[in-house]
């Protein structure tokens, strides 16, 4: 190879090195903008505890379980004394008394932050099934899910434990 060529093949490698390591996606940035332009700007909300407080429906969708009452609203309640941000329970557009999802804003200050992460685990630690949660800089998004439906997205992603 040339000299010329070396430098060519240098150059190529440094920026792709530098596109590698600062272009790549900031996942959590993308998980904010989903919830504002995916849910936010598209879906009715409504204050979370007052909608489970007026028997919103979230998991339990019928009179079989009592998920919401026993560990949605006290995990809001826990969160909202770590840090008092805003929690929206996001409806469904075909059914106003039902969300399909738990919108909970996050502060600027990390530790409060992993405070609250530690809350969000200790309810998923009381929860039969899995609370899924897409953590991103402003927000986190919650949803709670069967222990079935949770082995199942074990199986096709074995690190979904690992969420934040």
């Known amino acids: ?8 093949v240098c150059c190529v490698c440094v920026g792709l090195v530098l596109c590698g390591g600062g272009c790549r996606r900031d996942m959590q940035e993308f998980a904010d903008q989903h919830v504002r332009k995916d849910m936010l700007d598209k879906h009715e909300k409504r204050e979370a505890l ?18 919401d009452q026993e560990i949605v609203v006290p995990l809001l309640k826990r969160l909202k004394e770590i840090a008092p941000t805003p929690q929206w329970a996001v409806l469904r557009p075909e059914k106003a008394n039902s969300a ?5 804003g996050l ?6 932050v992993d405070k609250m992460a530690e809350a969000v685990q200790e309810a998923d630690d009381k929860f039969s099934g899995f609370i899924l949660q897409q953590w991103g800089h402003e927000w986190l998004l919650i949803d709670l899910i069967s222990q079935q439906s949770y082995e ?3 199986k096709a992603n074995p690190d979904i434990d690992q969420q934040r």
């Open 107 to 112: 502060p600027n200050d990390p530790k409060t």
């Open 100 to 104: 399909y999802g738990v919108l909970i």
């Open 1 to 8: 190879m040339t000299r010329s060529s070396w430098g060519w």
């Open 152 to 154: 199942v997205l074990k």
């Open 50 to 67: 007052s909608f489970f407080e007026k028997h919103g429906q979230f998991y339990d969708l019928n009179a079989t379980t009592h998920v």
